[in-house]
């Protein structure tokens, strides 16, 4: 062993000195934001599910690449993608969603139930995915949540040397080619257990949190137990095929939107097409299947929230609709296909329980609702959604603190407030299209959206300043930095960039392809470089204080000896 002489042990006080120093004045590196899979894991969940791995910058694939990416432009022809990244399907099993499985699970000790636990879903007539008639018109979709000024002042900069575009495009260039040569047709028809409906084009989900009921012959029906994922969920894989539909369509839309490469295009839009318009493959525009417990026919309100993550997709189809391989009649059939589809959700009792929810699942069921409105051209009812969410969603869900109070109250706490303040900013952008500023609006008592955000953020800097029951860590953390980033433009507060850095630093982020849809003018390096520096003068962004306590007694510890 080391003898920790009076040399060692003041050479080893200046090393852990020079790391605090790393970690408090570090400015290297790219400008990162969320890129770990929307894990805590994306694959599991209709409940309430994770934060959904279809985002841009997430992906579960973190293979180390051969090299780090250039900080010279990237070339603008990608070459022949030469590695085949394949999407694995969950092994589903053969049986009905009323039978339990015969596969050996081990249960959660803790089981909680209630009569609403018991409760499945409402029936409702189950509309079909049809063809678009003559008389529908293509027309062009809008942008949701990106906007086109955005994309196209990144494009234009896009051969500067500017560190952290350049490694958004890098990022983007190498999913992009994996992604075009994968050669899984996503569609609901892959699932080998039918709804109870035995049709294979409709969609269908297995309630997270439910388990089979020991007290009773068979375990039927499944009772609910918060907080413990049953790995059942994966036997049916259109949750998790819907997510890696989304990503890989995000992707490849981006790298043909910056790269002007139509082959990625037509991977992309054969995704799209086979999911919603060809006939042998397409899904049934409702979700009357989702989150459905074993023991019930009906799947429940709650599974409206497996389509929170379609906005992204709508914005990818702005993309892609200028593509060759778009090509005509798709954007009508679409139009068909989320025409009903919307029908369906403001409709069906399962949709209507669902909007009365008063946590994450009633915030994203105002996202659905608002993007789809605003993306078929239906303003006036996009504008009433989010003209609501005033009353309904911040001053119902947030306290005068911050606290968003039904999410605190959850065992994953950190997780659940971060997914639900994810929704509430994808609500505020929505509603930027209709005239309705989210952004600021505040009760009379103090209640508002960026209210939420700073009462996050000590537990961010410092986990152990986060006071809730909390099971799942706090991975969650990095989908922090794309709030921040958004908060830093949109309330112009260099502080939440500050923050955003530090938050991406203690996450290990390395690529952040979400850069690329967000304003150069606010994130190019010289801008990013200037605030870093302003900020560190004036001591604006300071560590949690117990962190640089704790490390000042360590070294206390070991330099004391020297002198004794």
């Given at each position: 062993m080391l003898a920790f002489?009076?040399?060692?042990?003041?050479?080893?006080?200046?090393?852990?000195?020079?790391?605090?120093?790393?970690?408090?004045?570090?400015?290297?590196?790219?400008?990162?934001?969320?890129?770990?899979?929307?894990?805590?894991?994306?694959?599991?969940?209709?409940?309430?599910?994770?934060?959904?791995?279809?985002?841009?910058?997430?992906d579960e694939d973190t293979g180390s690449p051969a090299e780090a990416p250039s900080t010279q432009p990237v070339n603008n022809?990608?070459?022949?993608?030469?590695?085949?990244?394949?999407?694995?399907?969950?092994?589903?099993?053969?049986?009905?969603?009323?039978?339990?499985?015969?596969?050996?699970?081990?249960?959660?000790?803790?089981?909680?139930?209630?009569?609403?636990?018991?409760?499945?879903?409402?029936?409702?007539?189950?509309?079909?995915?049809?063809?678009?008639?003559?008389d529908i018109q293509d027309g062009t979709f809008p942008f949701v949540r990106i906007h086109e000024k955005d994309l196209e002042s990144n494009k234009q900069h896009m051969n500067e040397p500017d560190q952290a575009l350049q490694n958004a495009l890098w990022y983007l260039q190498t999913k992009a080619r994996r992604y075009v040569t994968n050669t899984t047709v996503f569609s609901v028809v892959n699932k080998k257990i039918n709804a109870p409906s035995n049709d294979s084009h409709d969609y269908m989900s297995l309630a997270r949190?439910?388990?089979?009921?020991?007290?009773?012959?068979?375990?039927?029906?499944y009772v609910r137990v918060d907080g413990h994922v049953n790995p059942e969920i994966r036997s049916v894989p259109d949750y998790a095929m819907l997510r890696e539909m989304i990503k890989q369509v995000q992707f490849l839309s981006?790298?043909?939107?910056?790269?002007?490469?139509?082959?990625?295009?037509?991977k992309a839009t054969s995704h799209v097409k086979n999911w919603f318009l060809n006939k042998e493959t397409r899904m049934n525009p409702h979700l009357q299947y989702a989150?459905?417990?074993?023991?019930?026919?009906?799947?429940?309100?709650?599974?409206?929230?497996?389509?929170s993550v379609i906005t992204d997709l709508l914005d990818s189809i702005a993309i892609l609709q200028h593509s060759k391989a778009w090509g005509p009649r798709t954007s009508a059939g679409l139009r068909v296909w989320f025409t009903t589809y919307l029908d369906w959700l403001r409709n069906s009792p399962n949709g209507n329980f669902e909007k009365t929810a008063h946590n994450n699942h009633g915030t994203y069921y105002d996202v659905q609702q608002l993007a789809i409105s605003y993306f078929l051209g239906q303003d006036k009812f996009a504008m009433e959604v989010a003209q609501n969410a005033t009353a309904n969603r911040i001053a119902q869900q947030i306290l005068a603190t911050g606290e968003q109070y039904f999410e605190t109250d959850r065992p994953?706490?950190?997780?659940?407030?971060?997914?639900n303040l994810r929704g509430m900013f994808q609500l505020a952008e929505l509603a930027e299209h209709v005239r309705v500023d989210l952004w600021n609006y505040r009760t009379v008592d103090g209640k508002s959206i960026k209210g939420a955000l700073d009462?996050?953020?000590?537990?961010?800097?410092?986990?152990?300043?986060?006071?809730?029951?909390?099971?799942?860590g706090f991975a969650a953390s990095s989908h922090l930095v794309e709030l921040l980033q958004k908060a830093y433009i949109v309330y112009n507060a260099s502080e939440y960039l500050a923050l955003s850095r530090y938050v991406s630093n203690q996450q290990s982020q390395l690529y952040n392809v979400t850069r690329l849809t967000m304003p150069w003018e606010s994130l190019n390096d010289g801008v990013v470089r200037?605030?870093?520096?302003?900020?560190?003068?004036?001591?604006?962004?300071?560590?949690?204080?117990?962190f640089l306590a704790a490390s000042v007694s360590i070294v206390a510890m070991m330099v004391a000896p020297i002198f004794m």
């Open positions: 002489t009076k040399t060692n042990r003041l050479l080893l006080a200046v090393i852990v000195v020079l790391c605090l120093l790393q970690v408090v004045f570090a400015q290297d590196g790219a400008d990162t934001g969320v890129s770990t899979n929307d894990d805590v894991s994306p694959q599991q969940g209709n409940d309430s599910p994770v934060p959904d791995d279809n985002d841009i910058d997430d022809a990608p070459e022949t993608p030469n590695d085949n990244d394949q999407a694995h399907n969950p092994a589903p099993d053969n049986t009905s969603p009323e039978t339990p499985s015969q596969t050996k699970t081990t249960h959660p000790a803790a089981r909680t139930t209630s009569v609403a636990d018991k409760i499945g879903g409402w029936p409702y007539p189950i509309p079909e995915a049809k063809d678009a008639t003559d949190y439910f388990w089979p009921d020991e007290s009773v012959p068979g375990g039927l029906p981006l790298a043909y939107y910056y790269f002007d490469n139509e082959t990625y295009a037509e989150s459905i417990i074993r023991g019930y026919d009906m799947g429940r309100a709650k599974g409206v929230i497996d389509f994953f706490s950190w997780f659940y407030s971060v997914y009462f996050l953020l000590p537990g961010a800097v410092n986990n152990s300043q986060w006071q809730f029951k909390n099971t799942e200037k605030i870093h520096t302003e900020t560190q003068s004036s001591s604006t962004f300071l560590l949690p204080s117990s």
